[in-house]
């Protein structure tokens, strides 16, 4: 239980619900062993009235009633109790799985965009929700039980020994075979689970990325190979399942072997200590109710049992990613900005699964206010410029500066929200229009809104639509075109009224006359921001203050429209086969 540990915190956390659970357990076991001895000296009472001929019927009835009075309300004490106990300690587990699944989200954002890259969003789920639903059980259920069955042994076995201790003796007996038993099957459950579990995170993974894709899928009519995929893993998913429920299965029936066992002995024992008198027929009845009272809780010891070794190892899954740093550090509380220039100081960086450098000893500075564009081929290093910006990636060597400033010595959170960002992939969420526009800054008003998506020239394209800004789009704007998703993209953008705008190939998918009437707004925006746009075209960059040309990771030319269209060299080049 090692990886569970780790869970202490909120044990700590959540200690006088816990406590008082356990008192509820106690005080509801208590009663519940009431019954047998009731019942034993009633048998006994009857007996004695039978032996002896001339035994008092009234006071026998009367013995009987008040047994009968005080059995059912320790019953009904016993279930108020318990009620009370699972409304306390199950209540627990749902708050602690509340608490689990935020510390695992917050730890998800708080990671580098390199982890995401690294896993599959199907794993991400699996172990948020899956993972999680498997500890919550060792938190409900196996702790509630745990200490019910314990509270009821202490209890139990200590009145069994004040009342017949050689008779107790034989009917534990069985009991080290259970401990050895449950040892052996938990080792192997453990191993059996964790592999469940990551099988389970394959087929998620592979389901999410399916219906991501399903597009793609039905345009290419590949239908046939992916279900076969699908079911080539639900098949062995479900080969590691049965494997795990062949272990488990051998838990209640060798529990109701050992209690069986237990119940032959008592009877076979007990009945010969009767025979010669050294018990009453009552305790040997309330011995056989007292083992079939347990007969329940020690069943449970192997379901609880198969709980805690499936929770052990879900949680060392939930622990691998909560172990892991993230790769950018924020410093809290850093350099303020003073100004929005932008330079980048010799900088060089290269990806983790890459051996070439993807961006090679960059050097530029760029005044506030100024527009910049980014032109190459695919692979350049463009759009890792804008990343080394915003600090999704730290620099390999060198500095880039914001304001004069190291990215390194500021505060994210500062950082990113002076920057306005349009990604090369528009995405989109399920929702309106108006939100997803408004998803850049919450606290805007519908003016706003409109004026964003006027700048972004996507204002009439949604009023086309039946319901305007309150149309709903489906996941990842699947109802919209690829022009509009990247006009919806720069209206977010714009609407945060950034100091920095970073436009990374945003205008690939918009006609030359839209880009035209985007750009044209941009330039007479009533803030002023420094500008980067990444670009393929010509007409996108001709305009800007300053224009950068790269290769392989390298600068090669730099200047003005027609500085570099009067020189030989890339982009004279790319101006010519455009026209």
């Known amino acids: 239980m090692r990886a569970l540990q780790f869970l202490n915190k909120y044990l700590y956390k959540y200690r006088t619900r816990l406590v008082l659970g356990f008192v509820f357990t106690i005080s509801a076991k208590v009663f519940a062993v009431v019954a047998p001895s009731l019942v034993g000296d009633s048998i006994t009472v009857v007996s004695r009235y039978l032996v002896v001929a001339d035994g008092d019927l009234t006071e026998t009835k009367n013995i009987l009633l008040q047994n009968i009075a005080l059995i059912v309300g320790a019953a009904i004490l016993s279930g108020l109790f318990t009620f009370i106990m699972r409304q306390t300690i199950i209540n627990v587990s749902r708050f602690i ?8 989200y917050q730890h998800y954002q708080r990671l580098s965009l390199n982890f995401y890259k690294n896993n599959r969003t199907g794993d991400l789920m699996n172990r948020i929700s899956e993972d999680v639903s498997k500890v919550r059980m060792y938190f409900g ?14 209890i139990v076995i ?6 017949a201790p050689t008779l107790t003796l034989y009917a534990l007996a069985p009991l080290p075979l259970l401990s050895l038993a449950i040892y052996q099957l938990s080792r192997s459950i453990h191993r059996r689970s964790t592999i469940v579990q990551e099988y389970l995170s394959k087929l998620s993974a592979f389901a999410q990325e399916m219906f991501s894709g399903i597009g ?3 345009a290419n009519a590949i239908e046939p190979t992916a279900n076969k995929k699908m079911g080539s893993l639900a098949l062995e998913s479900m080969s590691k399942n049965m494997h795990l429920v062949q272990v488990q299965a051998w838990f209640f029936p060798l529990m109701i072997l050992l209690i069986g066992l237990s119940n032959i002995l008592v009877i076979f024992i007990g009945g010969r200590q009767f025979i010669i008198g050294q018990i009453e027929l009552g305790t040997l009845a309330e011995f056989i109710i007292y083992i079939n009272m347990l007969t329940w809780p020690v069943a449970t010891v192997g379901w609880v049992t198969s709980i805690v070794q499936q929770a052990e190892a879900s949680q060392k899954r939930i622990n691998e990613f909560l172990g892991q740093e993230p790769e950018i550090v924020n410093l809290k509380g850093g350099k303020k900005l003073q100004s929005y220039s932008i330079e980048f100081d010799n900088v060089s960086f290269s990806y983790d699964n890459s051996r070439e450098e993807s961006v090679n000893k960059v050097s ?9 564009a980014i032109l190459g081929r695919t692979g350049c290093g463009k759009t890792t410029l804008l990343q080394l910006i915003t600090r999704m990636y730290d620099v390999s060597s060198g500095a880039v500066k914001v304001g004069d400033v190291d990215v390194r010595e500021l505060d994210l959170k500062i950082l990113r929200g002076h920057i306005g960002v349009v990604p090369q992939e528009a995405f989109l969420f399920s929702d309106t229009l108006e939100n997803n526009i408004r998803f850049g800054k919450a606290d805007t008003t519908k003016t706003e809104v409109e004026n964003a998506a006027k700048q972004a020239a996507v204002h009439n394209s949604i009023m086309n639509f039946s319901k305007g800004y309150q149309t709903i789009i489906g996941e990842r704007g699947v109802s919209l075109s690829g022009g509009q998703k990247q006009r919806m993209s720069i209206a977010r953008a714009l609407i945060k009224r950034p100091e920095i705008l970073l436009f990374d190939d945003s205008f690939s998918a918009v006609d030359t006359q839209t880009e035209e009437i985007i750009l044209s707004n941009l ?16 007409s996108s960059a001709k305009n800007a203050d300053f224009i950068m040309v790269m290769e392989d990771g390298c600068i090669i030319q730099y200047g003005t429209h027609d500085s570099l269209v009067n020189a030989p060299g890339h982009y004279a080049d790319l101006c010519k086969k455009q026209l």
Request: aromatic share 12%; with cysteine.
């Open 141 to 154: 259920p196996a702790l509630m039980y745990s200490i019910n069955t314990v509270s009821l042994f202490v």
């Open 216 to 218: 793609v899928i039905k």
């Open 158 to 163: 200590s009145y069994m020994f004040s009342v």
């Open 523 to 538: 330039k007479s925006m009533s803030f002023q921001s420094t500008k980067i746009v990444v670009c393929h075209r010509v």
């Open 364 to 372: 530029f500075q760029l005044e506030a206010g100024k527009t910049l």
């Open 97 to 104: 799985e509340f608490d689990l699944k935020n510390e695992i």
